[in-house]
């Protein structure tokens, strides 16, 4: 796992126990050019790109939160190495599961300036949140479950709630039970045509994807092979599944 020190804004390589506190960022990607790259860190370049403020919000709210790493997806994955792209997705929910923090950038909910008594009166914004675009991607939905603590903010990094503050929104968005959002049982719990169901909807970038980036809620480790397609990815998926209920 490769995290982004604060203090000299450096990628930094841990393994095993000596992780240190570290928080996550979860967002929507915008055009690949826009995004701040693991090179982009390693030449320390890509601040006039438009995904840079995204790091910044993060690395400003870690500090709040007297973190001094964080984890990024855009740019702590070194993509243009297979082993490492595999190991990383095959990693990522107990990534963010480990995080101290997870911080969710809504980029399409904004704070409303109408000059209201409440600077940010929650049924504006109500709306907004139900819709984002951050509820509908692939990768989102392990990245609203695997966390102990996610935190929801406004493209301008107002904090909006938290899961439990914000419950009844997110079942709405989402239409997933309850006692999944809290927590109250192991995914493990609920049914594999259920957490299929979690997923019904959601868009990601790269068909495959639609499989591999439920690995985490299913517990499952496996191969990537970009090109085979979304049907026969998911058919791999469901295989190992069946395979590991067969034998736990």
């Given at each position: 796992?490769?995290?982004?020190?604060?203090?000299?804004?450096?990628?930094?390589?841990?393994?095993?126990?000596?992780?240190?506190?570290?928080?996550?960022?979860?967002?929507?990607?915008?055009?690949?050019?826009?995004?701040?790259?693991?090179?982009?860190?390693?030449?320390?370049?890509?601040?006039?790109?438009?995904?840079?403020?995204?790091?910044?919000?993060?690395?400003?709210?870690?500090?709040?939160?007297?973190?001094?790493?964080?984890?990024?997806?855009?740019?702590?994955?070194?993509?243009?190495?297979?082993?490492?792209?595999?190991?990383?997705?095959?990693?990522?929910?107990?990534?963010?599961?480990?995080?101290?923090?997870?911080?969710?950038?809504?980029?399409?909910?904004?704070?409303?300036?109408?000059?209201?008594?409440?600077?940010?009166?929650?049924?504006?914004?109500?709306?907004?949140?139900?819709?984002?675009?951050w509820?509908?991607?692939?990768?989102t939905?392990?990245?609203?479950?695997?966390?102990?603590?996610?935190?929801?903010?406004?493209?301008?990094?107002?904090?909006?709630?938290?899961?439990?503050?914000?419950?009844?929104?997110?079942?709405?968005?989402?239409?997933?039970?309850?006692?999944?959002?809290?927590?109250?049982?192991?995914?493990?719990?609920?049914?594999?045509?259920?957490?299929?169901?979690?997923?019904?909807?959601r868009?990601?970038?790269?068909?495959?994807?639609?499989?591999?980036?439920?690995?985490?809620?299913?517990?499952?480790?496996?191969?990537?092979?970009?090109?085979?397609?979304?049907?026969?990815?998911?058919?791999?998926?469901?295989?190992?599944?069946?395979?590991?209920?067969?034998?736990?």
């Amino acid at each position: 796992m490769r995290l982004l020190r604060l203090e000299d804004f450096s990628l930094v390589e841990v393994v095993g126990k000596n992780i240190p506190r570290y928080a996550v960022l979860s967002h929507t990607w915008g055009p690949d050019q826009e995004e701040v790259t693991y090179k982009d860190i390693v030449k320390g370049t890509g601040k006039n790109k438009a995904g840079y403020a995204k790091i910044q919000f993060c690395e400003r709210q870690a500090s709040l939160d007297s973190l001094q790493y964080i984890w990024v997806d855009t740019c702590c994955i070194n993509k243009s190495s297979s082993a490492e792209l595999s190991e990383a997705i095959n990693s990522m929910f107990s990534w963010y599961q480990r995080a101290e923090r997870c911080y969710v950038y809504l980029s399409d909910v904004r704070r409303d300036n109408s000059g209201e008594s409440d600077p940010f009166p929650r049924h504006i914004w109500t709306s907004a949140f139900r819709n984002s675009r951050w509820f509908t991607r692939g990768w989102t939905l392990q990245e609203l479950l695997a966390p102990t603590m996610i935190g929801f903010f406004s493209t301008d990094g107002h904090l909006l709630g938290n899961r439990a503050s914000l419950l009844q929104e997110i079942h709405e968005a989402t239409e997933i039970s309850i006692e999944a959002l809290l927590g109250r049982k192991l995914l493990s719990h609920f049914s594999v045509d259920e957490r299929m169901l979690w997923a019904k909807g959601r868009e990601t970038k790269r068909e495959e994807d639609a499989a591999y980036s439920l690995l985490g809620i299913f517990d499952i480790h496996m191969p990537l092979i970009y090109g085979e397609g979304r049907n026969k990815a998911l058919r791999r998926l469901r295989r190992e599944i069946r395979d590991r209920s067969f034998n736990p």
